[in-house]
Structures are given as C-alpha cells and as structure tokens.
C-alpha cells in the first residue's frame, strides 16, 4: 500500500497579541509644533512677565480685602505685583512640581517587567471612570460647589489628574499606530495649564488673605506711624490721637494738625495704606491717604511704644 504522510493539525494559538506601544518620539510628537505656534505669538519672557502679575494682582486683593479697602485704589505698579507673585505662588509650585517629580522618578525606578506589561483589561474600565469622576468634579465647581470641589486646589487638581488618566488610557489603547495631533495636545495643555493658573490664582487670593491675617496680629510691635498734616484729614476714630500742633505763626511752622497711633501697611507711588494700631477685623477701619491732593504732608516713624514727638 502507498505511504500516506499524515500532518498533524495545526494548533491555534493561545498567545495574545499584544498592542504595540508608542515610543517617545512617536508620543510627542505633535508638541513641538504646538510649542512653536505658541513661541510665535507669545513670548516666554513676556508669557511669565504676565503670569506673575496676575498672580500678584489676586495677593494684592486678597490682601487689601481683609482691611476693607480695594486694591485698585491704591494705584499699584507692576513691579508691586510682580514682587507680591511670589508669596502666593510658591506653594502651588511646589506641590505640583514635587507631585511631577515622584510620578516621574516612580515610574523610572520601577523594573522593565512591571512598566513594559500590558494593561489589564479592567484596569482600562477603572481608569476611565475614575478619570470621567474627577473631571466632572472639577468642571462643575464654578456652578456647583460640593465637600468634594469646595476646598482650595481640589478642583483646579481633580481636572488635571482626570485628564491625564483619560489621556494614558486613549494612549494606551492607540498604540504604536497612531499618535497625538497637535490640536490634542493643544486642548490638553489648554485644560492643564488653565486649570494650574485658576488653582494658583485661588491660592495667590487666599494667601492674601492670610498674609493680611499675620500682620494684622503684628501691628502692636510694628513702628509707630505720625501723619503730620497741613491741612485737617479728619482721621477721627478709635486708637488715632488727633493732636493739633500749637498754633504757630505762617513762617514758623507748616504743619498745623497731627495724628498718632497709626500703622503703616502698604505704600505706593501714589497713596499709603493706613490702620490704627488696635484695628480688628470687627472694629475699626483702614485709611488710604493720597499722596497729593492733601496739602503738606510729613510721615514720622517711632518705636511701638514711643512717646509722641513734638511738632
């Protein structure tokens, strides 16, 4: 009888085929067309110049709102709001950054096995989700505040970690195949860096506040302030001593009225922030004193506790 050569089957396999993921270069590679579009309408210097004063200019009102007064009356500088950015800036950076850096160092130290291995499949459903919750707690604060979004950088926060979720997953499940366009990555630093400037400003106006707060339980060792005046400024009101000079003759004295018990808060090119050194949130008001406008005015500082110095 002929030999009949038999072949075995073939067995299907039972290997997953496992999605290629996109290296650096492919990942990234709609942002430098994004970062150019921005450099040339923007520049960097000026793009920081303008943020720093906008952070500046929320210190600033959160810090004359705590005495009563609005801060456009005092007719600050740029430089005055560039210099108060700091105070209000530096703990946002700080988190953010120190929050970036461990992500990134994290994910770096972990071994190859753990960071090269597919997701699983629930873990896309989980993500997703959770990254749909935080995102929709965070745009919804402006029109609906919750224990959940109420507090200071939650919602600023829960927009910024629910779009990078939702984006490892879309990326995830992309692969190798197709990347970001630059008008996605132009969204997307749109959101996050929108949603990093609201929580900072949030802060920067907060941080005013408190700030305000700090001085204002230093005013009884902070310097004395005596207004001499040529003219009558009225400054009558609980802790100010109004305490006319003599009567001199015109040409042997310029400064006819006198006042006492202030404190010096802020001063611009044009106006000076005033309280009495007993002011308190309940009692009490602040006084904005025009540099011009008054007639002569002297400005003498003494020891908190000094004796009133003569005319």
């Not at 984006?167 to 860096?193: D, K, M, Q």
């Amino acid at each position: 009888m002929p030999r009949v050569n038999r072949i075995a089957p073939r067995q299907a396999s039972t290997t997953q085929p496992v999605r290629a993921k996109p290296d650096a270069a492919g990942l990234y590679a709609g942002l430098p067309q994004v970062a150019a579009l921005i450099g040339q309408f923007v520049a960097p210097a000026s793009l920081l110049a303008g943020l720093l004063f906008y952070w500046g200019f929320f210190h600033l009102r959160g810090f004359c709102g705590y005495y009563g007064v609005n801060s456009s009356v005092l007719g600050f500088s740029t430089t005055d709001y560039v210099m108060r950015s700091n105070d209000g800036l530096f703990v946002p950076v700080a988190v953010y950054g120190v929050a970036i850096l461990a992500a990134v160092w994290g994910w770096s130290v972990l071994p190859d096995r753990i960071r090269r291995r597919a997701w699983p499949p629930g873990l896309y459903a989980a993500a997703t989700v959770l990254g749909v919750a935080l995102l929709a707690n965070g745009v919804t604060r402006p029109f609906r505040q919750t224990v959940l979004n109420r507090h200071i950088g939650v919602a600023p926060t829960c927009v910024i970690v629910g779009l990078l979720l939702l984006w490892g997953v879309v990326t995830a499940r992309r692969g190798a195949a197709r990347t970001a366009t630059p008008l996605e990555w132009a969204v997307v630093l749109l959101l996050i860096g929108g949603s990093f400037f609201n929580g900072a400003a949030e802060y920067s106006l907060n941080a005013g506040v408190s700030r305000a707060g700090i001085e204002m339980g230093k005013l009884a060792a902070k310097p004395g302030l005596v207004v001499y005046s040529e003219k009558d400024l009225s400054l009558r009101q609980p802790g100010v001593v109004d305490a006319p000079c003599a009567q001199q003759p015109a040409d042997q004295g310029v400064y006819r009225h006198r006042y006492s018990g202030l404190v010096l808060l802020l001063s611009t090119g044009d106006a000076l922030l005033v309280v009495p050194r007993t002011w308190t949130p309940a009692a009490g008001s602040a006084v904005v004193l025009p540099r011009t406008g008054v007639g002569a005015l002297r400005l003498q500082f003494t020891a908190p506790r000094a004796a009133l110095p003569p005319c």
